[in-house]
C-alpha cells in the first residue's frame, strides 16, 4: 500500500464513522467557520495541534511552517503565507487568541542551532537555512550560555516560541488587538518524548500545564 492509498482508506474509514458521527457539525461547518484560536505550529509530523489539544474540526484555525516561526511584519508586500494567514485570522475570523506552538526535537531548530544547512544556495534548495535566520539572535543567545548541546537545543526551542511572539507584536493589527483586549498571545512547547506540555507563564518562563 502507497502512502497516497493509505490517505484514501483512511479517507473512507472516516467518512464512515466520524464525519457520519458530526454530520449536523459538518453541515453546519459547510456554511462558514468561527474559530476562537490560531495556532501557529511546526510542519512537523510528530506534532499535530488537533490531536494534542483534542479539538474538534472548526475549532482551530492552524498554520504549520518549519519550526514554528513568525516573521516581522513586513508592509513592502511579496508572498508572505504566514503573515497572511497572522492577518486572515485576526482581521477577518476575529479570533479571540494566538497559541505559538514550540516541539521537542524540533529539526528546524536544530540545524539553525547546528547550522548544518549552512552551505546551502539559493536555487539548489536554500528556503529552509533563509528562513530559520529568524532564529539567529537567539541562537546566538543560548550557544553563549548551553552550547551546541541538548540543553541548548531545548533552550532554543523555547526562545524560539518567544522570538515569534515578539514578531507577532510588530504587526500592526495584532497590537491593536493586544491594545484593545480582544486578542491574547500563548506560547507552549511539547515534548515529544514524555507528551508534556509546558507553558509560557506571565514571568517569561515555560511551565508544566
Known amino acids: 500500500m502507497t ?26 461547518l459547510a456554511t462558514g467557520q468561527s474559530p476562537k484560536v490560531m495556532i501557529i505550529s511546526c510542519s512537523d509530523s510528530r506534532v499535530d495541534p488537533a490531536t ?38 485576526v482581521t477577518k475570523l476575529k479570533v479571540e487568541e494566538i497559541v505559538v506552538l514550540g516541539h521537542g526535537a524540533c529539526g ?3 540545524a539553525a542551532l547546528t547550522k548544518s544547512l549552512k552551505d546551502s544556495k539559493p536555487g539548489e534548495g ?19 550560555e548551553h552550547g551546541a548541546t541538548d540543553k541548548g537545543q531545548a533552550a532554543l526551542e523555547q526562545e524560539g ?10 504587526f500592526p493589527f495584532i497590537q491593536k488587538a493586544l491594545d484593545d483586549g480582544t486578542l491574547n498571545i500563548h506560547g507552549a512547547v511539547f515534548a515529544i518524548a514524555d507528551g ?11 511551565t508544566p500545564a
Open 196 to 206: 508534556k506540555l509546558r507553558v509560557l507563564d506571565e514571568e517569561n518562563h515555560f
Open 126 to 144: 536554500g528556503f529552509v537555512a533563509e528562513w530559520i535566520k529568524l532564529l539567529d539572535g537567539a541562537r546566538d543567545k543560548v550557544l553563549a
Open 161 to 170: 516560541v518567544r522570538v515569534s511572539i515578539e514578531n507577532l507584536k510588530t
Open 108 to 110: 528546524g531548530v536544530n
Open 52 to 89: 494534542i489539544f483534542g479539538s474538534r474540526p472548526g475549532e482551530v484555525f492552524v498554520v504549520r511552517n518549519v519550526a514554528a516561526l513568525v516573521p516581522p511584519f513586513d508592509p513592502s508586500g511579496g508572498l508572505h503565507g504566514v503573515s497572511a494567514a497572522i492577518e486572515f485570522a
Open 3 to 28: 502512502g497516497f492509498t493509505k490517505l484514501i482508506d483512511g479517507y473512507y474509514k472516516f467518512r464512515g464513522t466520524e464525519w457520519l458521527e458530526e454530520r449536523e457539525r459538518w453541515s453546519e
